[in-house]
């Protein structure tokens, strides 16, 4: 090892890395390290909290045994989700919804989703530089995520940096989608409450309709209300939610021109109506176990992949060989796969792979 080399490593030793992960899962904490930041983080450090969302970001092996640590201390915050079409003004109603709820003496976390960069692949941080008034408010905690790839308006870290947020303290979180318009549903798995963000330009009720957001939505905003048209608009959606069958919970259609700050009392009220209905609500019971289990099967497929992943660059147990036939042609992955998993031991040498 080059000087160099052993003096970067004294560093990240003394920085709780272990370099254990590179590439896409990134570096790892040592166990003491992030046991420390955990406690860090529960004692209200915000620079404790910032380390372990980049620990989420880069999905370090340690992240599980992080996160269940702190799950007992979560659920306690009111997750709203903001989605909608490019352009509806999502980051400034956001941004006026932060507003609102600072008045109201709440702490604010924000997981503002941006498209990734073509380049270094992080965020573009667009909706940050909307909401730059709140960074000094000690009471608002912003983070931008970029997609990376994700089709569904959400990174999969998305879900854990809530969870962070959660356990800091917040009493509200606000997490805005990218807006990607018809794929656009992730938030449905991750949120307690969606606003849905449409202008005057968005089109006639068919393409909310085709963009799924009927059946997500739990307060629609027509955005922009100062514009021609927005009237309309709120009237084709009422009745549009007039035709849906009978529904406890009776989804408003709130004209807000957020620019200026008009309708987003409404929309805050509604709002808190909506988490005090949710808590009541049987359905809405059952879809949070549905949720609770799917991510249940969400952990183990990111874990096994890990693992997988792993076993196969190592190349044990004669796997190798397997791996060499599929990239040469000789052997096809579905039949590769189906080898694999038809040998037992090769499962349990899978199963019994270090996690990181």
Same mark, same amino acid.
């Given at each position: 090892?080059?000087?160099? #080399?052993?003096?970067?490593?004294?560093?990240?030793?003394?920085?709780?890395?272990?370099?254990?992960?590179?590439?896409?899962?990134?570096?790892?904490?040592?166990?003491?390290?992030?046991?420390?930041?955990?406690?860090?983080?529960? &004692?209200?450090? /915000?620079?404790?909290?910032?380390?372990?969302?980049?620990?989420?970001?880069?999905?370090?092996?340690?992240?599980?045994?992080?996160?269940? !640590?702190?799950?007992?201390?979560?659920?306690?915050?009111?997750?709203?989700?903001?989605?909608?079409?490019?352009?509806?003004?999502?980051?400034? =109603?956001?941004? @006026?919804?932060?507003?609102?709820?600072?008045?109201?003496?709440?702490?604010?976390?924000? %997981?503002? %989703?941006?498209?990734?960069?073509?380049?270094?692949? &992080?965020?573009?941080?667009?909706?940050?530089?909307?909401? +730059?008034?709140?960074?000094?408010?000690?009471? %608002?905690?912003? /983070? *931008?995520?970029?997609?990376?790839?994700?089709?569904?308006?959400?990174? !999969?870290?998305?879900?854990?940096?809530?969870?962070?947020?959660? @356990?800091?303290?917040?009493?509200?979180?606000?997490?805005?989608?990218?807006?990607?318009? +018809?794929?656009? =549903?992730?938030?449905?798995?991750?949120?307690? *409450?969606?606003?849905?963000? =449409?202008?005057?330009?968005?089109?006639?009720? %068919?393409?909310?309709?085709?963009?799924?957001?009927?059946?997500?939505?739990?307060?629609?905003?027509?955005?922009?209300?100062?514009?021609? #048209?927005?009237?309309?608009?709120?009237?084709?959606?009422? +009745?549009?939610?007039?035709?849906?069958?009978?529904?406890?919970?009776?989804?408003?259609?709130?004209?807000?021109?957020?620019?200026?700050?008009?309708?987003?009392?409404?929309?805050?009220?509604?709002? $808190?109506?909506?988490? &005090?209905?949710?808590?009541?609500?049987?359905?809405?019971?059952?879809?949070?176990?549905?949720?609770? @289990?799917?991510?249940?099967?969400?952990?183990? $497929?990111?874990?096994? !992949?890990?693992?997988?992943?792993?076993?196969? @660059?190592?190349?044990? $147990?004669?796997?190798?060989?397997?791996?060499?036939?599929?990239? *040469?042609?000789?052997?096809?992955?579905?039949?590769?796969?189906?080898?694999? =998993?038809?040998?037992?031991?090769?499962?349990?040498?899978?199963?019994?792979?270090?996690?990181?």
């Amino acid at each position: 090892m080059t000087r160099r #080399g052993a003096i970067v490593k004294r560093v990240r030793a003394r920085r709780g890395l272990t370099g254990r992960g590179l590439g896409s899962i990134g570096w790892a904490v040592g166990r003491d390290v992030a046991s420390d930041l955990v406690e860090r983080l529960l &004692g209200g450090d /915000r620079v404790a909290l910032a380390r372990l969302m980049t620990l989420v970001e880069n999905r370090a092996p340690d992240l599980p045994a992080v996160m269940s !640590r702190l799950y007992a201390r979560t659920g306690r915050a009111h997750v709203i989700g903001v989605t909608g079409p490019p352009g509806a003004g999502k980051s400034t =109603l956001v941004d @006026a919804l932060i507003r609102r709820f600072r008045a109201a003496g709440r702490r604010v976390g924000v %997981v503002a %989703v941006d498209p990734s960069s073509p380049f270094s692949g &992080g965020a573009v941080l667009g909706d940050r530089i909307r909401m +730059q008034a709140h960074f000094l408010d000690p009471g %608002v905690f912003i /983070r *931008s995520l970029a997609t990376r790839g994700s089709h569904g308006g959400l990174p !999969r870290a998305a879900r854990d940096v809530v969870r962070l947020l959660d @356990a800091f303290g917040v009493d509200v979180v606000l997490v805005e989608t990218v807006g990607v318009g +018809q794929t656009e =549903l992730d938030v449905m798995r991750l949120a307690d *409450s969606i606003v849905v963000v =449409l202008v005057p330009e968005a089109g006639d009720t %068919v393409q909310v309709m085709k963009a799924g957001l009927l059946e997500i939505a739990d307060v629609f905003v027509v955005n922009k209300a100062d514009r021609d #048209g927005a009237m309309r608009m709120v009237s084709e959606l009422e +009745q549009m939610l007039h035709l849906r069958p009978p529904a406890p919970w009776d989804i408003p259609v709130l004209p807000t021109t957020a620019s200026i700050g008009a309708g987003v009392d409404e929309v805050v009220a509604a709002l $808190d109506r909506h988490r &005090g209905f949710a808590g009541d609500d049987a359905a809405r019971a059952e879809r949070a176990a549905a949720r609770r @289990a799917g991510e249940l099967l969400d952990i183990l $497929d990111e874990e096994m !992949r890990r693992r997988l992943e792993a076993w196969l @660059a190592r190349g044990r $147990d004669g796997v190798a060989a397997l791996v060499a036939s599929v990239r *040469s042609g000789e052997v096809d992955p579905y039949s590769a796969a189906l080898r694999v =998993l038809a040998d037992d031991e090769a499962l349990a040498a899978l199963a019994r792979e270090p996690a990181a």
